[in-house]
């Protein structure tokens, strides 16, 4: 990487917190939305499991592996509101969102309602599902910046005709970093007999979430992102009703046949050939630990609030610098931001801006599009601090005059 610009010499201190993680020191990490960040001491828990698993690999698979999944999904369910039955485990929230889609039964015909917001990975798959059945997908808009997060509720239910069979839609958006209503989403369509499938991969961890509550068919969700479990931790929930016929995609030893005291559900998620399970089964140790690092007594509560009003302060920090308005109520937003910038997004690769705040400046950002404009997501954690929001408050001014647009 080049060396600092001139007049560069030291780069903002992240929070006192950032001891517990591995970051690169020489880059101000304001991007945890996009992959994560797993702290030291879970990584040393998934360590000791890895090497479990080679003393005795017969041993793992074979007897004590129903018990240890059983243990991370309780706490799972535990920390969304939903039975642990209800829950198995995945890579991330895009299989999730892919097994449902290929298990649900559309038709020809039938219509499958997103927003224009939704994640172009799980897009992808229903996109290849829809084709192979004839089914229509209609995407609603959902206007970015926004005014309030009645709009998402109210353009959906109005979108919805006697052919829709299916909603999916994000609880948090990824482009944007919208929280949409979900719940009254769920409530409004699944009483007009629509199943909602609700793409949670950047929910958890962020805001409260409780699936018995929301109401939905289905939920799907990343512990690896905003819990801080190692990566390939994820969740696939569904409403006991919606569980027969939801299989996945890859059909492993217990597929069909199934297990003694265990719903088919279970098995077939459970075990899908010989993988490494240690990033879920380390979904207990990731809860317990990040709230120990940024909760205290007051726990899971106490983290979320933190980088809320982290999150808040940052986004208002860059937008004073570049004179813009908040895009979007502060309560429609969780630990992320997104922020318009001047400019035209860039067009069939990565925006250069992106790439001189990383080289000139030594940030990690997202430079991006979300519904047409070009913005930067930024991104708060426990290990993030204030002066680093400044500090990218002033890179991205200067950059933006080097564009010729400040």
């Known amino acids: 990487m080049p060396p600092y610009p001139p007049g560069v010499s030291t780069l903002p201190a992240p929070s006192p917190l950032a001891r517990h993680w591995g970051l690169d ?6 991007n945890h939305g996009s992959f994560g960040a797993c702290p030291r001491a879970v990584l040393e828990a998934q360590s000791a499991l890895r090497a479990r698993v080679e003393r005795d690999a017969v041993r793992f698979y074979a007897m004590d592996y129903d018990g240890l999944m059983d243990g991370a999904r309780e706490a799972a369910g535990a920390f969304v509101g939903a039975r642990a039955g209800d829950i198995v485990p995945v890579p991330n929230a895009t299989t999730g969102v892919a097994a449902v889609v290929a298990s649900f039964p559309l038709e020809d015909g039938d219509e499958v309602l997103v927003t224009d917001h939704e994640y172009p990975g799980c897009m992808n798959n229903l996109r290849h599902v829809a084709a192979q059945r004839g089914a229509k997908i209609v995407s609603v808009p959902v206007e970015f910046p926004v005014s309030g997060a009645g709009d998402a509720a109210e353009r959906l239910v109005a979108a919805v005709t006697p052919g829709t069979r299916l909603c999916l839609v994000s609880h948090i958006t990824a482009p944007s970093a ?18 909602v499938l609700i793409d949670g991969a950047h929910a958890i961890g962020q805001v409260p979430v409780d699936l ?11 512990f690896h992102k905003w819990p801080c479990a190692p990566k390939g931790a994820g969740m696939l929930w569904a409403r006991r009703d919606r569980q027969a016929g939801l299989r996945p995609r890859v059909l492993s030893n217990y597929a069909e046949s199934g297990k003694p ?32 690092i940024g909760g ?25 610098a570049l004179g813009v308005p908040p895009p ?14 001047p400019g035209r997004p860039s067009q069939g690769g990565p925006d250069p801006l992106g790439r001189a705040l990383l080289e000139r400046h030594r940030i990690q950002v997202p430079i991006w ?14 290990y993030n ?22």
């Open 296 to 320: 205290g007594a007051a726990g899971w509560d106490a983290v979320r609030e933190h980088n809320h009003s982290l999150a808040l302060a940052g986004r208002d920090i860059v937008c004073r």
């Open 212 to 222: 018995a509550a929301i109401g939905a068919s289905y939920y799907t969700a990343n």
């Open 178 to 195: 919208l929280v949409l209503p979900v719940a009254r989403i769920a409530e409004e369509l699944e009483r007009r007999g629509v199943a």
């Open 328 to 341: 979007a109520p502060d309560s429609m937003l969780g630990s992320m931001a997104t922020i318009p910038l």
């Open 385 to 406: 601090s204030r002066e680093q929001y400044e500090y990218l408050a002033g890179a991205l001014v200067e950059e933006l005059k080097r564009e010729g647009l400040r």
């Open 261 to 292: 005291g265990r719903s088919l559900f279970n098995a077939e998620f459970d075990y899908v050939g010989t993988n490494d399970v240690t990033a879920w089964l380390c979904v207990p140790d990731t809860l317990r630990a990040v709230a120990e």
């Open 25 to 30: 020191p020489e880059v101000v990490y304001l």
């Open 369 to 382: 599009q979300a519904n047409g404009v070009r913005t930067t997501r930024l991104s708060a954690q426990l």
